[in-house]
């Protein structure tokens, strides 16, 4: 994975890369991590349960990371299923959820 790789992802790598005080290797080891995040099967397996009130937590803590990382094509769907997840909101989340592991496996993809 590259800079190059990232930025082509639709990753705001320059701010990434100064929220990691300019260092590249950093940057890209984090990211490295992110398709692995247990995170993220949390937020499915809760929200599979009906359990809204940990399917938050996940997402927020994903909303957080992904933010930092500046990883736009993730991050997006995630804040999106977070401000639902905030509001308890009773609804069919498979399409936020679809498009949440489709920008991780496009991530994962560049690893």
């Known amino acids: 994975m590259t800079l190059d790789d990232l930025r082509a992802y639709g990753a705001d790598v320059e701010l990434g890369l ?8 950093l940057y890209l080891m984090l990211v490295g ?25 996940a997402a927020h803590a ?7 990382l500046a990883l736009t094509p993730l991050h997006e769907p995630v804040y999106q299923i977070t401000e639902f997840l905030r509001a308890r909101t009773r609804m069919d989340y498979s399409s936020l959820l679809a498009e949440i592991f489709s920008a991780r496996d496009r991530l994962s993809a560049l690893l």
């Open 18 to 25: 100064s929220r990691c005080m300019g260092s590249e290797e």
């Open 33 to 57: 991590t992110i398709p692995g995040e247990e995170k993220f099967a949390m937020l499915e397996t809760s929200i599979a349960e009906g359990n809204l009130d940990t399917a938050f937590e």
């Open 62 to 68: 994903l909303k957080g990371i992904l933010a930092n």
